[in-house]
Every structure is written in C-alpha cells, then in structure tokens.
Nanobody, 124 residues
Framework: VQLQASGGGLVQAGGFLRLSCAAS????????MGWFRQAPGKVREFVAT????????TYADSAKGRFTISRDNAKNTVYLQMNSLKPEDTADYYC??????????????????WGQGTEVTVSS
C-alpha cells in the first residue's frame, strides 16, 4: 500500500493550495480517508476526513470554512483544497486511510496507512 501526497509548497498568507494524495495497492473506495498535519514541535492534529463514498466530510474547527476535502474514487485520489491560508497552517500534511471506519475518523489511531507528508509553508 502506498499513499503519495503532493501539492505542498510556499504560499503567502491569504493564498491557496490544493493537496493531492494518490493511493495504490488497496481498494481505495473501501477506505475512509483523512488529512492530518504536524507543525514543528507540535503533535500531529486532525484536519479533515471523508467517507468511502465521498460524503460526510468532517473538519477540524481550524479548517472549517477554509478547507475542503474531496475524493475521486475513479482516480484513487483524495484532495484537500486549502483557501485563505494563514501562517498557523504551516505544517507537514499527511493523508491517511482507514478500512474500519467507513465515514473516516478524526483520530489518527484509527488509520491503517499513512502517506509520507507534504510540506506547506505559509508566509506572513
């Protein structure tokens, strides 16, 4: 199983980025998917999750109204559209897959597989 995250980069505050996570080696449509992030010196935190079918997205309070999670099961890919970025969004962003939780999960312990992370830096 491989989750390949991409799309990170350096952006000014107020800008946007679209992260992608391409999955292989698993039946993608059987997995709830999530995005987490980890800033330097901080613990990994939940950002967003989406169900197997693409419904029921759930967001961290910090992401509500600015981020949108979506997926394309035909392309085995999950996305995170991030708008109105703030310096506090600076972190490594990780995608993850959970087979047990069809609706996805807010808890990192519930995920079976993790991507390698993509770095997002938001300058002020």
């Amino acid at each position: 199983v491989q989750l390949q995250a991409s799309g990170g980069g350096l952006v000014q505050a107020g800008g946007f980025l679209r992260l992608s996570c391409a999955a292989s080696g698993l039946t993608f449509s059987s997995y709830g998917m999530g995005w987490f992030r980890q800033a330097p010196g901080k613990v990994r935190e939940f950002v967003a999750t989406i169900s197997r079918s693409g419904g029921s997205p759930t967001y961290a309070d910090s992401a509500k109204g600015r981020f949108t999670i979506s997926r394309d099961n035909a392309k085995n890919t999950v996305y995170l559209q991030m708008n109105s970025l703030k310096p506090e969004d600076t972190a490594d962003y990780y995608c993850a897959a959970t087979q047990r939780y069809a609706a996805g999960s807010m808890y990192s312990r519930n995920y079976n597989y993790w991507g390698q992370g993509t770095e997002v830096t938001v300058s002020s």
